[in-house]
């Protein structure tokens, strides 16, 4: 099976950004309609890849970055061993590529773990446009400072956490993604398998498993393959409560 997205030309098709449902979460955010009319004249592509196809791969020259408008993706980087790190998982509303923007090239492998479909931006035209407006450059350095932040709190979660709370921390983490997209925050299917769960939280796979099934034994969760229905948030806030 091929890794090349297929591109998808919707040529006048104008409904991107200022009818997307999801523009409070992407680039867009804060801009006013004049800028949102810029933004939707930038936006002429959307790139549809099916599940177990590359975005892009790690050296690959920065060309555009893409806004997640459905689907769920993950990143990770290949060691010199042929071990796969899962460097973060990505849902509708987050951008894509900003890895590249310091060095021109990707730093890792973007794969579709569903079917999903991304809004284009091309960088140089993207340049030009912030440029143009400083509103829409103000956003892109809060978005590569989510980012930042973000990552950090990967870092913090990896030095300083037990496994249980690993993984009681990428659960909510989760449900206050899923809940600030209009979803339920309590239940939703797992897109990535308990080996990338584990890879990205620096557990081995058999630990994931334990402790999800402790969660489960403790009344804090319901799980039925990938189905997960948390059943007591404040339980699993508890776990990450340095005074318990």
Known sequence: MSDAPVPVDFGRLRAACSTCSLRELCLPAGL???????????????RRIRKGEHLYRAGAPLASLYAVRSGFLKSSVLHEDGREQVAGFHMMGDLLGLDAIGGGCH???????EDSELCELPFEQLEAHSRELPSLQQ???????????????VMLLLGSMKAEERMAAFLLNLSQRFAARGYSPTEFVLR?????????????????????SSFQDQGLIAVRQRHVRLLDLEGLRALLDPRR
């Open 139 to 153: 956003q892109l350095h809060r978005v590569m400072s989510r980012e930042i932040v973000r990552d950090h709190g």
């Open 192 to 212: 990535m398998t308990r080996g990338e769960i584990g890879s990205y939280l620096g557990l081995k796979l058999e630990t994931v498993s334990r402790a999800l």
């Open 107 to 113: 730093m890792s492998d973007t794969l579709a773990l």
């Open 32 to 46: 006013d309609p004049r800028e949102m009319e810029s933004m939707d004249q930038l936006i002429t592509h959307r």
